[in-house]
């Protein structure tokens, strides 16, 4: 009846004599043997500073050599670091914000033509049809539908200069 010591904790336990002879009788518990097959580091969250363990693949894999706890703080890393200005995907120059300006300015979220309210369809239409020039006297919300016939239909067209005439 051998008893023998927990090579991570040291508690004492019984092994059956067939489990020492294949090498698998060293640890007390499961979760003594699950804390004495780690072989990675803890690393610190780069957002919140809280202790995050590692696998050695995942600190091989990590482009970054940045560790996060979550996907929230990873996100946030992301949001305000990594994808702001140029180094977003979507960046034109920086002199796209005609949207903002409207939102902004408090400029009521409906269609000129149509008086949909969907923020979902509206879009910003250049009265002048200069897209650099994003004063707010020269931009209009329209629904995407409305858009395409003020750019491609007179009737349309004139239909809308009268609406912001009456503004």
Known sequence: MPIVSCILCRERFYSKPNWIRKGWGKY???????????NGVFKKCFMCGSEVYRTPKALRKSKSKKFFCNKSCQTLWRNSMVYVGQAHPNWKGGQYIYRETLIRASVPRLCKL?????????????IDRNRKNNKLSNLAWLCHNCHFLVHHDTKEQRRFTVAIAQQ
């Open 28 to 38: 007390c518990s499961i979760a003594c043997k699950r804390e004495g097959q780690k």
């Open 114 to 126: 149509c008086r949909t309210k969907d923020v979902r369809v509206l879009a910003v239409h250049h």
